[in-house]
């Protein structure tokens, strides 16, 4: 059974630091591409970080330089270094998952955690 668990979550200021964990089980993010995305209130879903088939990584332009996505294939976890955090970094953030072999768009994922909230004053 796949499941994506998110940890880390909380309450931070400005300039601040927060490491998002994500818990995989049923699978191995070896074989899946993994992403980190968010969505603050009353506005879209957005694509934060992610890794691609390939296993580059590749990240919004608004978090570049300030979050580094990363993960563990031993512990079969996936994380979200995030630094000089801002105000509109502020959202629920989600991990999610899809086969390295199904081919799919940018940021188009099979599988989601429940998020972890980060809020930034």
């Known amino acids: 059974h796949v499941q994506l668990v998110e940890s880390g979550g909380g309450s931070v200021a400005a300039g601040g630091s927060l490491t998002l964990s994500c818990a995989a089980s049923g699978f191995a993010v070896l074989t899946y591409s993994m992403a980190w995305l968010r969505q603050a209130p009353g506005k879209e879903r957005e694509g934060v970080a992610r890794f691609s088939r390939v296993g580059i990584t590749i990240y919004a332009d608004s978090v570049k330089g300030r979050f580094t996505i990363s993960k563990d294939n031993t512990k079969n976890t996936l994380y979200l270094q995030m630094n000089s955090l801002k105000p509109e970094d502020t959202a629920m953030y989600y991990c999610?998952?899809?086969?390295?072999?199904?081919?799919?768009?940018?940021?188009?994922?099979?599988?989601w955690g429940q998020g972890t909230q980060v809020t930034v004053s």
């Open positions: 999610a998952a899809r086969p390295v072999d199904r081919l799919g768009h940018p940021w188009e994922y099979d599988y």
